[in-house]
T-cell receptor, first 116, second 111 residues
């Protein structure tokens, strides 16, 4: 089946620094990629949707300047958490799909971010 | 707004036991319903889905029936295996990109 990878799988950073998380579709071209955030014992919450070559569409309440998303190719999307603070500590998950909105989303294994 | 409620875990069972993980939803209209499974160290995988009332989704021995009257989509398996140990997520969508997830239920199966 389709495989989506994320790198790094976990990262610890100091408050005020920026962290970049990569999401790659390994064996298919991902027209659309999604970024989710998951707090302990809570649901996955969609943060933003990005289409290759276009600006990301952010969900209500998600700071665009805080969470920068780039989807420069059909196999790579990046999420940069800028000026990270402890409250940004979370589990970040990406998913990817091909063409249609009804197509299956394939999920990455997630990235654990801890901000000290 | 739309929401999904799952039973809290962990659910702990012995091998070959019967499994039920409850899922109820709140949504307008007729959403599509899903169960995803996440094995340790891996991404969420689609387990099964149902797109209209009374549909039954099934895969790998798991089943769930779309019950409009009770707004439920409970996951069942007749005989669980140790390899079924994972976190299970119920989700819905109105055929858009936005999946709305429950909080997940951890299943632990012991030999």
């Amino acid at each position: 089946g389709a495989v989506v990878s994320q790198h790094p799988s976990w990262v610890i950073c100091k408050s005020g620094t920026s962290v970049k998380i990569e999401c790659r579709s390994l064996d298919f071209q991902a027209t659309t990629m999604f970024w989710y955030r998951q707090f302990p014992k809570q649901s996955l919450m969609l943060m933003a949707t990005s289409n290759e070559g276009s600006k990301a569409t952010y969900e209500q309440g998600v700071e665009k300047d805080k969470f920068l998303i780039n989807h420069a190719s059909l196999t790579l999307s990046t999420l940069t958490v800028t000026s990270a603070h402890p409250e940004d500590s979370s589990f970040y998950i990406c998913s990817a799909r091909t063409g249609w909105s009804t197509d299956t989303q394939y999920f990455g294994p997630g990235t654990r971010l801890t901000v000290l | 707004g739309d929401s999904v409620t799952q039973m809290e875990g962990p659910v702990t069972l012995s091998e070959e036991a019967f499994l039920t993980i409850n899922c109820t939803y709140t949504a307008t209209g007729y959403p599509s319903l899903f169960w995803y499974v996440q094995y340790p160290g891996e991404g969420l995988q689609l387990l099964l889905k149902a797109t209209k009332a009374d549909d039954k989704g099934s895969n790998k021995g798991f089943e769930a029936t779309y019950r409009k009257e009770t707004t439920s989509f409970h996951l069942e398996k007749g005989s669980v295996q140790v390899s079924d140990s994972a976190v299970y997520f119920c989700a819905l969508t109105h055929n858009t990109d936005k999946l709305i997830f429950g909080t997940g239920t951890r299943l632990q199966v012991f030999p």
